[in-house]
């Protein structure tokens, strides 16, 4: 499953250092007893849209491992009628008790059940909630659609079921619907007959592989498809009447990348058919059911004639992810959740392959970079946790997916990856997959197959990042005679010396510049010696692929610094910045040397490391400046990046790159410099696009919209209100109503944060409005005080995913004040399982008033030295 959402403007122009988020709920559900294992799922489910209830009819096929009276399924929302258990030729009428909070229900029997096979058939019926999970309803201005998200433990809302993703069994499913509909499930249809009533037919699917419950889907509705085929395999991408024709790029995309995974794994792709479906209602990015993804509509659906690169991105990357789950997930699962990271750490290191070699000029590795920095910040906390933890309950499994398990389990099989070689490491998956073909499997069972194909010791570096929280900060002497003296201890942001203590070490792969192909060497100790090979410039960070931060003798920094744009990569300039943002985040460095390594980067021919200084800038406006400072900075902004944006202007064929750096250039002058030009430039080209989204380069449209409604007017508001209310392109659509949340104007916000909150906005998208405003300076206390004085409207708008997102978003704050009023608000007002987003929030604040405390000083120095005035 995907659940990356990017709300930063300039991540808007890019797809990078998306934002990953967790969700979580307050069940107590516990783990189903042993002893009974399933087989085969028959399922018959009739869903009627316009009472949103289904009634379902179920055989259930098990092994029974031991005599028993009873059979513990996982059942919630459930109301069951008739139950019967048949072994050895005798049928018992079970009578069924329900545990609602560990959302079990056991069936009981007077005879005990031998050991053997058995089939249980069950009567019952169910809601089609509004909750965006299990079986639920989706809704568009014309009728209800019937879909599921099971993921991780929602089956058991659908039908009764061992939902545990080591219980794997096949499933044969039928679909009762009205005669006008159709159904999408996991398999291709094998039979549609009429019946069993006058008005509906029924559609049965063929049987699937093993697989776990909650890769299960089905689809209800008038969807229509467009498709393609790859390999032989079939593809579809189907949406609702008004907007199938918007999938097309997104087969194009499944098309290639099915055909690269088929080569890279070895193995082909293992089901019949590949369906992708956007469905109006969905809280997650996409979800990887076996067969039958599903997405948000703006995470797969775009007009390729207007949408802009970062769109396209969006839509190739999420494919791909979901895709390499139908290997690394579906066809071979984690035995539980605690190693999820298996499943998304893999699919989130894999997405970027296919893409980059279907478009190389779309640069994909600068974005990787760009996420890895980001997830490497994130793990800096004080509040973070290791790859794999403890997860036992719903919401504990829930918690799992966070940026640890996506981009951190990502980045460590990145750096693997780069340690062994691309081929080494691809026959290490290969092994792997081949031994677990349809089964499931654990971490163990990964790094093994690594170790044993490389024989190289992966099992004890992957276990080190695994089990061990946080980021390992490795000190570096001055290189002398071919060696290096380099230490490694944990790296805080904090700089308050508050850190936990960690006595552990890792071992951690470390890859040096060279002449020629970069060296690797292993750090297994606190202190080591380490051989280098000589090269120009001493650089231990070779391709950006180190999950660690790096402090180099002052000397060596300054060298890098001098020559980092003849000697390092784009990849290792984002990776370079980054660090230096880090370690003047940590107390190691001033605010000085990273503006100053700013100003060496600000005329950079890479989008992706423009953006990378941008958000780092935005953040000193934001978290470190004082008022009269901002203006300052602002002043200084417009000098820099003026002269870049005005070259770029001028060009008169300007290339995909080209278009993509302009449009960062006039982001940095129009959110930060607050440039007039920029402003008004801005508000032109919202007018053009709000009249025909189709005439201004795609690339200009976030960033002009962005611009514009940062310092929009009522009229302004009102035509993207319309236009958010009018277009079929979801694209379109939600640029204009997330800008909604970007006017500083404050009677004007407040009106989009009504509208946010009055239910014409899908609760998908609700909370967006408050993240966006919270994020930004001059909008926080307008969002923040709202949030105070409607709560019950905002506390409606939270879905199972959006609430942890929301208490997060409160981070933003920066002063001593406003964290004692944000922890107590939600102490007063819980937010279902946000305890741990809470946390996050109030480490956040803490961390920025010791940011400004340490940084506000020394950055008004700093102006002052560059000769900038009061403004």
């Not at 008790?97 to 031998?114: G, I």
């Not at 699917?205 to 419950?213: I, L, N, Y």
């Not at 071979?332 to 296919?354: C, H, I, R, Y």
């Not at 741990?836 to 480490?843: G, K, L, M």
């Amino acid at each position: 499953m995907l659940r990356r959402v990017s709300q930063s403007i300039f991540h808007a122009v890019c797809i990078s250092a998306l934002a990953l988020f967790a969700c979580t709920f307050a069940a107590h559900a516990q783990r189903l007893p042993a002893g009974v294992v399933p087989v085969h799922y028959g399922l018959t489910l009739a869903p009627d849209l316009k009472a949103a209830t289904f009634t379902g009819d179920e055989t259930l096929d098990v092994a029974i491992q031991q005599p028993t009276n009873a059979i513990t399924l996982n059942a919630a929302e459930i109301t069951f009628g008739a139950v019967t258990i048949t072994a050895q030729g005798s049928t018992q009428t079970a009578t069924v008790t329900l545990d609602a909070d560990k959302e079990q229900a056991t069936l009981h029997v007077a005879q005990a059940l031998p050991a053997g096979p058995a089939s249980i058939h069950i009567l019952y019926t169910g809601i089609l909630n509004n909750e965006l999970r299990g079986f639920y309803l989706s809704k568009t201005a014309r009728r209800n659609y019937a879909v599921t998200q099971f993921e991780p433990t929602d089956a058991r809302r659908a039908f009764p079921s061992f939902d545990e993703p080591e219980l794997k069994a096949t499933y044969t499913t039928r679909l009762i619907v009205d005669k006008g509909d159709t159904a999408i499930s996991n398999t291709n249809i094998v039979s549609d007959t009429p019946g069993p009533i006058a008005g509906k037919h029924t559609l049965t699917f063929a049987t699937t592989p093993k697989m776990s419950t909650y890769l299960v889907a089905f689809l209800v509705g008038d969807f229509q498809c467009v498709s393609g085929e790859s390999d032989g395999v079939p593809i579809r991408a189907c949406a609702t009447p008004d907007k199938v024709q918007m999938g097309r790029f997104a087969v194009q995309a499944a098309e290639f990348v099915l055909h690269y995974y088929d080569h890279y794994f070895g193995i082909k792709y293992p089901m019949p058919k590949l369906d992708m479906i956007a469905i109006p209602d969905f809280e997650a990015g996409a979800m990887e059911n076996f067969g039958a993804i599903t997405y948000r509509e703006t995470d797969f659906l775009i007009d390729e004639k207007t949408a802009p690169l970062a769109a396209k991105k969006r839509v190739a990357i999420v494919v791909a992810h979901e895709m390499a789950h139908q290997w690394f997930g579906d066809m071979v699962t984690m035995q539980w959740w605690d190693n999820l990271w298996l499943n998304e750490g893999f699919a989130t290191w894999m997405e970027s392959k296919p893409v980059a070699a279907w478009h190389p000029e779309w640069k994909q590795p600068q974005d990787d970079a760009l996420d890895l920095d980001a997830v490497l910040n994130m793990d800096a906390g004080r509040v973070t946790r290791t790859i794999r933890a403890q997860a036992d309950t719903p919401a504990q499994i829930n918690e799992m997916f966070d940026g640890i398990t996506y981009q951190k389990g990502g980045a460590v099989l990145a750096m693997v990856e780069n340690y062994l070689g691309e081929e080494t490491f691809r026959r290490g998956v290969h092994k792997y997959l081949l031994a677990h073909m349809y089964g499931n499997a654990t971490a163990e069972d990964f790094w093994n197959a690594q170790t044993a194909v490389s024989h190289k010791p992966v099992d004890t570096i992957m276990q080190s990042f695994v089990a061990l929280p946080g980021v390992p900060l490795l000190r570096f002497t001055a290189p002398e005679h071919g060696k290096i003296e380099v230490a490694q201890e944990r790296f805080f942001l904090s700089p308050d010396g508050k850190q936990p203590t960690q006595s552990k070490l890792w071992t951690i792969p470390v890859c040096f510049q060279s002449t020629g192909k970069p060296k690797c060497a292993l750090l297994d100790s606190a202190q080591q010696t380490l051989k280098i090979s000589s090269s120009p410039l001493f650089f231990a960070d070779a391709g950006d692929k180190g999950y660690y931060r790096t402090l180099y003798a002052p000397a060596d920094n300054q060298a890098i610094t001098d020559n980092i744009e003849t000697e390092l990569s784009p990849v290792e300039r984002i990776g370079f910045a980054g660090n230096a943002w880090a370690l003047m985040r940590s107390g190691r460095s001033s605010i000085a040397d990273y503006m100053n390594l700013a100003a060496r980067l600000k005329a950079d021919r890479n989008a992706a490391v423009v953006i990378d200084v941008a958000s780092a800038l935005q953040t000193v406006s934001d978290r470190i400046a004082s008022d009269a400072d901002r203006a300052r900075l602002a002043a200084w902004v417009r000098a820099q990046y003026s002269p870049a944006y005005a070259q770029q202007q001028a060009l008169s064929a300007a290339s995909q790159e080209q278009r993509q750096l302009r449009a960062t250039l006039f982001t940095v002058l129009g959110i930060i410099g607050h440039d007039p030009q920029i402003i008004a430039q801005a508000h032109t080209l919202a007018e053009q696009y709000i009249h025909d989204p189709a005439s201004i380069d795609p690339s200009m449209v976030r960033p002009a919209i962005a611009v514009a409604a940062a310092n929009g007017d009522a009229q302004l508001f009102a035509q993207l209100l319309a236009l958010s209310q009018t277009s079929d392109n979801p694209d379109v659509q939600t640029t204009a109503l997330f800008s909604l949340a970007r006017f500083h104007n404050p009677a004007l916000l407040r009106r989009a944060l009504d509208y946010a909150t009055s239910g014409k906005v899908r609760n998908q998208d609700a909370i967006f409005f408050f993240v966006i405003a919270l994020q930004d300076r001059d909008t926080r206390p307008v969002a923040w005080q709202y949030i105070q004085d409607h709560w019950e409207n905002v506390h409606s708008e939270l879905t199972t995913m959006m609430g942890s997102r929301l208490v997060t978003a409160t981070g933003s704050f920066c002063t001593e004040q406003k964290r004692t009023e944000v922890q107590g608000f939600f102490a007063s007002h819980p937010v279902m399982a946000a305890d741990r987003a809470r946390r996050i929030a109030n480490d956040s604040i803490e961390e920025c008033m010791q940011l400004r405390a340490a940084q506000q000083t020394h950055l008004h120095t700093w102006l002052d030295a560059q000769k900038i005035p009061a403004q």
